[in-house]
């Protein structure tokens, strides 16, 4: 009779998942959907966190541009307003941001956009959600003002800058 004994040795390590980060705007909303060209605008929104880790700080940024279709978002040209730091985001968490901006002097409609992460500081596993867009803004034209000057009237359009009032009489 012979008694055999294995030992079986095996070696193996556990690693935990790396953790991940994915910013995202969103609920861009307006002070007001109307503003006369060339006037100021409240911006509020949202960046949530949906990865598994800290984000750490990045920036956001606003745009006006005239297309809310995917890819309308413009480029560094449309920025309004200066970044917004985020500071660092939990996972799962959501932070809230705001900023007044200059819209634009042209009559028009456009749209606003929030860009996350603009200065690309964060390694992320999603890009593709960085962009969130408002509803449309009417950018309107700044209403001529009829002056009257001891009964003679005058009117100027505040088209031309700066503003020049000329009276004949």
């Known amino acids: 009779v012979v008694n055999l004994t294995v030992l079986l040795i095996c070696a193996f390590s556990v690693t935990e998942a790396a953790a991940t980060v994915d910013v995202q705007p969103l609920n861009v909303s307006l002070g007001s959907s109307s503003v006369t060209a060339g006037g100021s605008l409240a911006v509020n929104w949202q960046i ?22 995917a890819g309308g978002a413009g480029s560094g040209p449309n920025n309004v307003g200066s970044a917004q730091a985020t500071g660092t985001i939990g996972a799962g968490a959501t932070i809230s941001q705001s900023t007044t901006v200059t ?67």
């Open 103 to 169: 819209v634009p002097s042209t009559p028009g409609t456009y749209y606003v956009w929030v860009i996350a992460d603009n200065n690309s500081a964060l390694t992320q596993t999603n890009t593709s959600n960085e962009y969130a867009v408002s509803s449309a803004l009417a950018v309107t034209q700044v209403a001529p003002v009829t002056l009257l000057v001891n009964g003679i009237a005058s009117s100027y359009s505040s088209t031309t800058t700066p503003y020049t009032q000329v009276i004949n009489l």
């Open 48 to 69: 949530r966190n949906n990865g598994t880790g800290t984000a750490g700080s990045s920036n956001s940024q606003v745009r006006i541009t005239t297309s809310n279709a």
